[in-house]
């Protein structure tokens, strides 16, 4: 006798390879959100009871009239792990690794599981018993549940993110309903399940009770393709129950399984017209929301109603920081939204279907989208991909059932445009045979599997991080491959990793997008920073919650924050992608408009122009912009510049492109294009000189200045004292310098680090007093290297203004480029006072953040925020928030002006507290305000996951002199 007749459960389906079964569990269905069937939702406050293992508790629980008396309560939808304050087990981060054994399909014995339990009445308008039948949906439970009604037993399933039903039969009573779900953490499905995201188990989709009354609609799919040759929309719907199809707005009144072609008005993500129409069977009127239009693979490139498209897109999680996975209504619109207004126009549902109204969103608002599979099994890399699941035939009918699930789910969705078959599960028999299962069932759409190098199972050749170099190559199609490969077209799954700081050299994908046809844009990953709240760090990440295996931040590597606010990356990214092109000859008095759409004219869009002196708009106006067509272009007048403002100030126009009229997503007024164009150039500093330096005692004075006269080192500025400044090239190494550690070398942060540069010494070598001149000379370099800068501080005075210039001089040989090249100083005391914000006032770009590759969305202009406001908070801290091509800045009672312009940051904490913290509540903001004055910053790239920064874009140890005018504010 086996130890497992012993068990008082039986457990065996948990590490069954069966994806569900049990006598009342439903074959997959299109899914729709309301009918005139009666639903009952079951979500709210269910009883709960946490066992260590699969089999601790007997499942007596499930039968009326036990006592959950002694239990505990969770919020359903809802992981456990995020409820309970921490009582309930706690969130595990890992991105490839399985935090148990590989030992398909066995998982530990050490098997959180929560029994759920709800008890519930029927409305009183329920139809009554008799009258049709009943069928309980789960549209998510991670990651393998058992479900019981009144004592009686459903059955049981896997494949977290996709849709399970189960006909109730003759189960449902009146009163005192004893729903009853056990669910396990671990299972088998849990090694088709390894994503990059927080292991969340749980209850943590809707529990719906719906009504089938006889004669209801079953499984339906809407066909509705568009010809743009003859501007007509065919529709078919086929329907397992016969019933018909009207569309009211169309006059369509059709059987279902009939096809009528008319003219119409076609769908696609810059133009979701979709019409209004309803499915009607015997039993049930189900409401369609019909979008037409044809998606095929035609002559290498993906089309969409005869036009080939540009995907703008984002990888998307589901996530919320409190609630995990389990998203409400109004958080999925506004992503949506939030997308629309930064352009973006498609999704990848990394890596698993979304709740399935997000698709209705997607259709309503315009997002193309590939809907990927529940699937990734990314950590059997670590054994050479042996006994990978998509190899091995035991698998292949829990593979299928998830493409089934998805397909049959999803299929209705007009924004649904691809389906992707997973993500990183190397190769194998299964996935060929998903992709056969899919064709199949839907020849509509083409598939996409990354891990598919030679594409024997997908239509489109799509890659992850590849260099621009890469893509170029693909682009010239030089990149060889198979011919298959050859002759489809291009996208990047997964580009510009926004982990922290960045991602850097997004633009310069987008030119080679626009450039070469082939590539048809990808998708950044990703759109939120997985960041978990918590009530120690504020945000947490892998490791906060004591798991014995993590992957630290690598789950913070969003364009939105964790909380939703947009981070400078996506500002970047919108402006990248922004869908009209605006250059212009100022000189020329011409502004040149390029609609970048590839389905909508310009129609929505109205023109402004503002004439700036030195920051400042002096004169506003519209612009007249005919309504151009996808691709066209034109070249309208500015008007004169107004009189009188030239003289030495710099001059430019803005022209941007605003929404005319709101939109369902952007209200009237919202930016959707902008471009400066300089008239007359920055003026340059007049020099400060005629000051003698004067020394007495311990001190010397230039002009409003007083130094050390030992040191030479600056102790004020008029009233204003100071510290430092001194020569700094380092900066705290954001997770793209970090790289990641499988990331080939140079990766710099970790080089930085080793060769000393955050423990430069500055040696002095002379205080030379000239007549009119300070200068002071030091030799900076790191212990135990021979590498070095002599530097030079050269001060000068007018009496009122103080200038200084820097000389830099490298030394030895510089084998990496540095972080950063300027000077850093103190203002102590400049956030003391009343504790209020320090304000800040430049004169340069903005109003956001920026670095040499992630700079596009920076506009000259006069900008006033203060100190607090300009850290970004990324959540592990590391280097943010600069200002680029600064041409004066005020802060704590000085102004600096700097020629050439420059990089600033002010901070109330030193660059050495940003890089020892782990969590921004590592930060204690001090009385001193730091100042980094930047000759050079080196850039972002993305090699947290992607390639680093590209040439153009690196600070190389060169000889560099730079100037900076200070001068005490009047007070
Ligand atoms: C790639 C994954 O597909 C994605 O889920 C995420 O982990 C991303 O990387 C990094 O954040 S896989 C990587 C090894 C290229």
Not at 14 to 38: C, F, I, K, M, N
Not at 452 to 474: G, N
Not at 836 to 858: I, L, N, Q
Request: one cysteine or more; a negative charge.
């Amino acid at each position: 006798m086996s130890l497992r007749a012993l068990d008082v459960t039986d457990v065996h389906y948990v590490e069954s390879l069966s994806p569900g079964g049990g006598r009342a569990l439903l074959p997959p269905r299109a899914w729709y959100a309301a009918s005139d069937a009666a639903r009952l939702s079951l979500n709210g406050r269910w009883r709960f009871r946490l066992a260590a293992a699969a089999d601790a508790d007997d499942d007596a629980f499930a039968a009326p009239g036990y006592d959950t008396g002694g239990w505990d309560e969770v919020r359903v939808p809802g992981h456990w792990v995020l409820q309970g304050d921490g009582a309930f087990g706690g969130p595990i981060y890992t991105n490839h690794l399985y935090p148990f054994p590989v030992d398909p399909p066995r998982v530990p014995t050490e098997n959180p599981t929560g029994d759920h339990l709800r008890v519930f009445d029927l409305p009183g308008d329920w139809p009554p018993a008799g009258d049709g039948e009943a069928v309980l949906r789960f549209d998510g439970v991670e990651s393998c549940a058992r479900v019981w009604l009144n004592g009686e037993e459903l059955g049981h399933f896997k494949g977290s993110r996709l849709a399970h039903e189960f006909a109730v039969g003759p189960l449902l009573r009146a009163r005192g309903n004893v729903l009853a779900v056990r669910v396990h953490q671990w299972s088998a499905g849990s090694y088709l399940e390894d994503q990059d995201q927080w292991w969340l188990p749980g209850i943590f989709r809707d529990v719906t009770l719906l009504h089938r009354p006889e004669g209801c609609v079953a499984d339906f799919f809407v066909h509705a393709g568009y010809d743009h040759r003859t501007g007509e929309g065919t529709l078919r719907v086929d329907s397992e129950v016969p019933g018909r199809v009207m569309v009211a707005e169309l006059g369509i009144d059709i059987a279902t399984g009939d096809a009528v072609s008319l003219p119409v008005e076609p769908w696609t993500a810059e133009t979701p017209r979709l019409y209004d129409g309803v499915l009607a069977t015997a039993g049930e009127r189900v409401p369609l929301r019909i979008g037409f239009r044809t998606v095929a693979v035609e002559d290498g490139l993906l089309r969409v109603n005869g036009r080939p498209l540009l995907f703008r897109g984002v990888n998307r999680h589901e996530f919320h920081p409190t609630n995990g996975r389990a998203l409400d209504l109004e958080t999925m619109r506004r992503d949506v939204v939030l997308m629309k207004r930064h352009h973006i126009n498609a999704v990848r549902t990394s890596h698993y279907p979304p709740h399935p109204a997000f698709l209705d969103l997607c259709d309503e608002l315009g997002l193309w989208v590939v809907d990927e599979c529940d699937l990734e099994t990314h950590g059997f890399v670590e054994q050479e991909w042996r006994d990978n699941p998509v190899d091995d035939d035991r698998w292949t009918p829990a593979l299928l059932d998830r493409a089934t699930r998805m397909v049959e789910r999803d299929k209705n969705h007009p924004s649904v445009v691809v389906w992707s078959l997973g993500n990183e599960c190397g190769t194998g028999r299964g996935l060929t045979a998903m992709a056969a299962a899919i064709r199949a069932r839907d020849t509509s759409r083409p598939l996409h599997y990354e891990g598919d190098p030679d594409c024997r199972d997908t239509d489109l050749y799509s890659r992850m991080y590849a260099s621009h170099a890469e893509v170029e190559r693909i682009g010239r199609r030089l990149d060889g491959g198979t011919l298959k490969r050859r002759q489809l077209p291009f996208i990047l799954c997964e580009y510009a990793h926004a982990m922290g700081n960045g991602p850097g050299g997004l633009a310069d994908y987008q030119r080679l997008f626009d450039t070469y046809e082939r590539c048809q844009g990808g998708f950044v990953w990703e759109w939120i920073d997985h960041a978990l709240a918590h009530p120690a760090y504020g945000y947490a990440y892998g490791g906060d919650f004591g798991e014995e295996l993590h992957d630290g931040n690598f789950v913070c590597d969003g364009l939105v924050f964790a909380d939703r606010t947009p981070s400078p990356g996506l500002i970047e990214y919108k402006k990248a992608i922004e869908p009209v092109r605006i250059e212009g000859d100022a000189i020329e008095g011409t502004a040149r408009i390029t609609n970048r759409y590839d389905f909508a004219d310009l129609r929505g869009l109205a023109f402004t122009w503002s004439y700036e002196v030195d920051g400042e708009p002096v004169a506003t106006g519209t612009l007249a912009v005919p309504a151009l067509d996808p691709g066209e272009w034109v070249e309208v007048k500015l008007p004169e510049p107004p009189a009188g403002a030239a003289g030495t100030a710099e001059t430019r126009w803005t022209i941007r492109a605003v929404l005319a009229d709101g939109t369902a997503w952007g209200p009237p007024g919202h930016v959707m294009a902008w471009a400066q164009l300089p008239v007359s150039g920055a003026r340059l500093t007049s020099p400060a000189t005629g000051a003698r330096p004067v020394r007495s005692g311990a001190l010397i004075t230039l002009g409003p200045a007083v130094f050390d006269a030992r040191s030479g080192a600056l102790r004020s500025v008029g009233e204003v004292a100071v510290a430092g400044p001194r020569l700094d090239v380092w900066r705290a190494p954001t997770d793209n310098d970090n790289g990641a550690s499988w990331q080939p070398d140079p990766r710099y942060g970790p080089l930085w680090r080793e060769l000393g540069l955050h423990r430069m010494q500055h040696r002095l070598d002379a205080v030379e007093l000239l007549d009119d001149a300070l200068v002071v000379r030091t030799r900076v370099a790191p212990a135990a290297r021979e590498v070095g800068f002599a530097t030079a501080y050269r001060w000068t005075s007018d009496g009122t203004r103080l200038r200084l210039t820097v000389s830099v001089v490298p030394e030895g040989d510089w084998k990496v480029p540095l972080p950063r090249l300027g000077i850093r100083l103190g203002l102590p005391g400049a956030a003391s006072g009343d504790g209020g914000p320090v304000p800040v006032r430049w004169f340069g770009g903005g109003p956001g953040e920026a670095y040499p590759d992630t700079a596009t969305a920076s506009a000259i202009g006069l900008w006033h925020s203060d100190v607090d406001a300009l850290q970004t908070p990324y959540v592990r801290p590391q280097e943010n928030g600069a200002r680029a091509d600064v041409r004066w800045a005020e802060v704590g009672g000085l102004r600096v002006e700097g020629e050439p312009p420059f990089w600033f940051t002010a901070r109330r904490w030193t660059t050495e507290q940003l890089d020892a913290a782990g969590h921004l509540t590592d930060l204690a903001p001090g009385d001193t305000v730091w100042l980094n004055l930047d000759h050079r910053q080196q850039g972002i790239g993305s090699q947290s996951c992607g390639p680093g920064p590209l040439p153009q874009y690196q600070l190389h140890a060169d000889e560099a002199e730079f100037t900076f005018t200070f001068a005490q504010l009047p007070r």
